[in-house]
């Protein structure tokens, strides 16, 4: 069964930005949709982004215009790019299969705050 680590956590300014890393276990190349989720300090785990297998992409518009997420089935790995960073961006982030998710991983933290 696939494992996610995700990685590139941190402390950042509002406006600031971060770049997340999420590295599989095993090839991601069959999966049909790759999605981060967050969780927010005492919130349910949220959706904040998907990509398809063709590199079709969601973005709600909470982080519409400001995030971008990206995928490289040959190195098993995805992203996350993370621009204007906003306090309430402040969440533990996962990266995981869309709509069924494995197993989740520990998550990188991302805390913004001045």
């Known amino acids: 069964q696939v494992q996610f680590v995700e990685s590139g956590g941190g402390l950042v300014q509002p406006g600031g930005s971060l770049r997340l890393s999420c590295a599989a276990s095993?090839?991601?190349?069959?999966?049909?949709?790759m999605a981060w989720y967050r969780q927010p300090p005492g919130q349910q785990r949220e959706l904040v982004t998907y990509i398809t297998r063709g590199g079709i992409t969601y973005y709600p518009d909470s982080v519409s215009g400001r995030f971008t997420i990206s995928r490289d089935n040959a190195k098993n790995t995805m992203s996350l790019q993370m621009n204007d960073l906003k306090p309430e961006d402040t969440a533990v982030y996962y990266c995981n299969i869309a709509g069924t998710p494995l197993p989740w991983g520990q998550g990188t933290q991302v805390t913004v705050s001045s």
């Open positions: 095993g090839s991601i190349s069959g999966i049909a949709t």
